[in-house]
């Protein structure tokens, strides 16, 4: 059973950082990748970032491209998003995933329990 566990979220004020965590466990990666989506309110979960675990290549969505970075630790089983010049827009409750298709936007079957991200103008 894969375990995931995000933190990172909060309140920041539009052109601020965040960086979100996810913490992995309950099997290995090799093969798989993990990513990121977020769903705002009235609006479907869409996919943001996803890193591919054994070629650490990230692919992302266009509208968070050149903003944010997504990146892993293998040691520590761990994927990063780095969310930098954060527009209002980027709020919404954000979402870690792991699945052989996350870097195609397809989310698998595991989810952690989200975090908030909110952007105030």
């Known amino acids: 059973q894969v375990h995931l566990v995000e933190s990172g979220g909060g309140l920041v004020q539009a052109g601020g950082s965040l960086r979100l965590s996810c913490a992995a466990s309950?099997?290995?990666?090799?093969?798989?990748?993990m990513g990121w989506f977020r769903q705002a309110p009235g609006k479907e979960r869409e996919f943001v970032a996803a890193i591919r675990w054994s070629t650490d290549y990230a692919y992302y969505a266009e509208s968070v491209k050149g903003r944010f970075t997504c990146s892993r630790d293998s040691a520590k089983n761990t994927v990063y998003l780095q969310m930098n010049s954060l527009k209002p827009e980027d709020t919404a409750v954000y979402y870690c995933?792991?699945?052989?298709?996350?870097?195609?936007?397809?989310?698998?079957?595991?989810w952690g329990q989200g975090t908030q991200v909110t952007v105030s103008s």
């Open positions: 995933n792991v699945g052989l298709a996350v870097v195609a936007g397809a989310p698998g079957n595991y």
């Open positions: 309950g099997r290995t990666f090799s093969g798989y990748a």
